[in-house]
Structure formats: C-alpha cells, structure tokens
C-alpha cells in the first residue's frame, strides 16, 4: 500500500497539526534506520530524539535493564546538539521524509529553552515542536521543570511568544496532580500535549546490592506503564481542552484504541519498536482494518470512555 | 539487516551452561563477517520482551552456528529449544573485525568470548594467517579448543588468567595483530599488554542492548575523541562491536 491508500478514517488532528492517521513514534526511541523495516512515510508523524542546546554525551553505562514487562532507561538526552541537528540530522530527515517532523527539545533552564527554540525557529522543515519539561531544572535544584505548575506556565508562555508552529508540552507522569500541570500548559498558550514520559524507575541485582543502573534512578516504559499512561490521559483529557498525544506502553492497535477512548486524539508507540521494528505500521493496518470493519472514524471515540 | 522468524535446524548441548544453535540463513549467510551478531529470543515468550544479542559463532553453507552460555532468562529460554522450534532473528547486526597486513595474529578469549573468535580464525586462515589463541575461563566448562588453555580453578589446562598467558606469549613472540573477546577486566588487562608491546589490539565488547541497531543509544561505551571535553559514547551494536583498543576509556 502507498502512503495514500489509508481509509480517511484514520485522520487526526493535532492542533494545527493535520496527521494521515493517529501513529508516531516516542522521542528517543526510534529512528531513519527503521527504514529498513518499513516505509516510514506511512506514520501519522515523526518525533526526534530530544535536542538540547548543547550537545550531551549521555550517562555513563550501564544504561539499560529489562525488569518483568518493562525496560528501565537512563540514556542522558544524548545528543549532538541544536547547531549540529540543524546542519546533518535536520536536512537528512526533510529529505527522507514527507509526513509532519516533530522536533523534541529540551533545556537545563527557561533561558536554554529559549534559544533552542530561536535556532530551531530559523530552520525550514519543521512542523511542531514537542518540549520535553522532564528534565532537571538547573534554577530550581535539579527538580524537573514538569512537576511545578507554575515554572510550566512560564516556560510555555514565553515559548509560546516566540512560535507560531504547533507547540505540544510533553508531561511527566512522576508529580502529584498531572491536571494541573496539564492547566498550566494549557493557560501557557500551549497548542497540544503530549503524555506520559517515562515512570521513575529502579533495579537492583539481589545478590550483591549493586544498582542495575549506573545512575540509580531511571526511567521505566514498557507494558508495565501502560495503565498508569491510560489513567493519566484519562485524567487529562477531563481538565483541558487541548488535543492529546499519548504514549506509554503501546504494542498493539487494541492498546491504541484504549488511549483514544480515554481521550488521546494521536498516539505513539515507544519501547516496543524495540521488540518489533515495524510495531507502528502494525498498529496503523491493524487500526485501519478495525475501522473498516466496524463502519467507525477516529474522531467519533475519542473520549468516548464510559464507566 | 532483517526480523525474521525461522526455524531452529539443530541445537547441540556442549556441557550445562553451553549449547550450540543452528539456523537456515539462505543466501544471506554468505554475507555475515566474523564478529557480527544477532539478537534473538523465543517469539511465543512475552518476557523477556527483548532479543538477547548473540555472536555469530560459525557459518557453514548457507547454515549460521550461534554459540550461547545460559545466564539469565532468555538464554535459558533459548537453551530448551529444539530442531523446528521457532526463533525471532534480527540481524546481521555490528560491524566486524579488521583483517589486516601481517603474517601473525594472536586470539585471546574469555569463556563466552570464544565463539565469535572462532569464526574469525576461520577467516583469518583461510587469507593465510598465522594464528595462535589463547583461551581462559573460570571452569572446565568454559574451556573450549585454543593452542592454550587457561582456568582460574586449574581444572583444565594451565591454572591462572588467560592475560597471564598472553603476558608469557608476548615475550618472546611479537604478533601483527592481536584479537580478543571477554569480560571488560581481561580485556583491560590484554589493552596494556598490547601498549606495552606496542601491538594494534581489536576488542569485541558486550554491552546490555534493547534496539540493536543504533536507535535508543543504551549499549554505550565511552570513547576518546578530539572535541573539548576529550569523550564521548558509542553505541556496542553498530559501532561496534569491535573497537581499535586505543579508542576506548579504559576504566
């Protein structure tokens, strides 16, 4: 099938962002070289590896361990940098690619924030751009910018100012009231959201008490998250009006389809193209197929929960 | 670069931690080079969810032979297959070992170290090469044909550490190259006798991996390089496995 073979059905909307069907990838867990397992022009979207304005050589090793139905990370937004994303990897994805690219970035402050997205700004061929809010705030003693209403207000505010592109704020699952972070991004200005991040995650190796991770804590995704995932859109999508892209722990179409009843408008698959490098086309024939067969659209269940 | 599920062609138990498997390959089995690897698992197991990265051991024909050691659970998984079970491939996956000019190359392994070695000794005869290898490991069970066989417990072969072997070796033959695979000490150990004799060294290094491909940057070694802060990480799966010793930050 070509890119245009897909039923009418599958099309979403996120923001100001129009998608051929609701499937893209997590930031960080994919890449062009999938293209060896399918034509990558059939996602709804393709999200970057989280960019920082400065290039980041990542954590030390070791930076993965599998737990029951899960996969612990701690990878350290390893990146090349905003100068260097523009200049190599930027023109490679344009070129490859002619769904919507969705760049993930991220920042140590509000200040770091805003000149990465002044660089990006200046770039042709981006359509959105995904602000990853689950890192360490250096001005607040290391405590994620995502768990604080508050500074998630401001930062989505003054981004907001300096863009007209789709702006999708990413939220962490780790905080108390994800609602009201959602709020604050909402009242920010932002255009959509993006949820879950990874779950704060450990392992430790029984016998000798040492960490399975070399920094500890981690971050967790997998299967295991995903009915937390689903909670937290449900609990979301109540608050806010913003459209919602969700991920967490989806392997399959079925596990899609959860998330749009619980109101997510657009969904990713993240760990599990590790498992099956074209998880994503899977999902998007098997979403496809459901559809024709039961005679629905997307837009009429996203939502449509009921208890 | 492929996900397939095939059928296994034969398993073969060498002792309790050790068996050999056998896979169909085809045509594209002409094209695997020594210190390649595959990730696989057993598809009908949903945990562990992720393939378990595996040395190419041997090829033969069109037949690919993977060496494995029962560790954790999906190599235990792997260890109860048999002739027609069905396996999830990926691969061929990681670059491959340098075969350079020079007459005389000398293989250190350490337990399972040994399989991917044993492929490239294959290759490196076949252009003509002198070759010695040198082979340690913690038990009888770990000890496989080498032209020198080391175990800590003594129970084959000369007790100590194959490093001893190889430190005993180099004083009195000087080699072009110098190969090895194993735990990360040995392989430090080996790093210094290789500067100290001033011999290029290229090791194959094990790292725990989940894409295999390059994608999700987990299987990270720190590398040396020329920018400001002087290192950075590589990937185990596609810039590597092998590396020129030099490279890598010893730790």
Partial sequence: ?307 | MYNKILQIKSIEHLNDAYFVIGIELGESALEILPGQFFEMKRPEFAHPMLRKPISVYDVQGSTVFFMVKKLGKGTQQLSHLKAGDELDVLGPLGNCFPVKDGSMAILVSGGIGYPPLFYLKKQLETAGKTVYWLHGGRCNDDVFPADETWTDDGSCGKRGFVSDGLSAYLENVTPDVIYACGPQQMLKAVHQLAEKHQVPLYVSLEEYMACGIGVCHGCAVKVKTDCEIGVTYKTVCKDGPVFDSREIVWE
């Avoid at chain 1, 430790?204 to 981690?218: F, N, Q, V, W």
């Avoid at chain 1, 749009?260 to 074209?278: D, E, H, L, Q, W």
């Fill in chain 1, 1 to 307: 099938m070509g890119v245009n073979d897909l039923s009418p059905r599958l099309q979403t909307r996120l923001g100001k962002l129009e998608m051929q069907n609701p499937v893209t990838v997590a930031s960080g867990t994919f890449g062009l070289e999938y293209d060896d397992f399918f034509d990558l022009n059939r996602l709804g979207a393709y999200v970057t590896k989280t960019i920082t304005l400065h290039p980041k050589i990542g954590n030390p090793a070791p930076r993965l361990y599998e737990t029951e139905a899960g996969l612990l990370n701690s990878i350290g937004l390893q990146n090349p940098g905003v100068d260097e994303f523009l200049k190599s990897q930027l023109p490679e994805l344009r070129e490859k690619l002619s769904i919507p690219i969705i760049v993930s970035f991220s920042g140590g402050t509000i200040e770091e924030f805003i000149t990465t997205l002044k660089l990006l700004e200046q770039a042709q061929g981006i359509d959105a751009y995904e602000v990853n809010i689950s890192c360490p705030n250096v001005e607040k003693e290391g405590i994620a910018f995502g768990v604080d209403a508050l500074v998630v207000y401001e930062l989505v505010r003054r981004l907001r100012a300096l863009t007209a592109k789709e702006l999708i704020i990413k939220l962490t699952p780790n905080v108390t009231d994800i609602a009201g972070v959602a709020v604050a991004a909402e009242d920010g200005g932002a255009d959509s959201l993006a949820l879950i991040n990874t779950v704060q995650g450990m392992a430790i190796d029984p016998l000798t008490g040492k960490s399975r991770i070399k920094m500890g804590m981690c971050g967790y995704s997998g299967p295991a998250i995903k009915p937390i995932a689903l909670a937290n859109v449900f609990k979301v999508a109540k608050r806010v009006k913003l459209p919602i892209l969700a991920m967490g722990g989806i392997c399959t179409w079925q596990d899609a389809m959860e998330f749009f009843y619980a109101g997510a408008g657009a969904i990713a698959v993240g760990t599990y193209t590790f498992v099956n490098p074209k998880a994503c086309m899977d999902v998007i024939n098997g979403l496809d197929k459901h559809f024709i067969d039961n005679d629905m659209t997307l837009k009429e269940i996203i939502g449509k929960v009921y208890l």
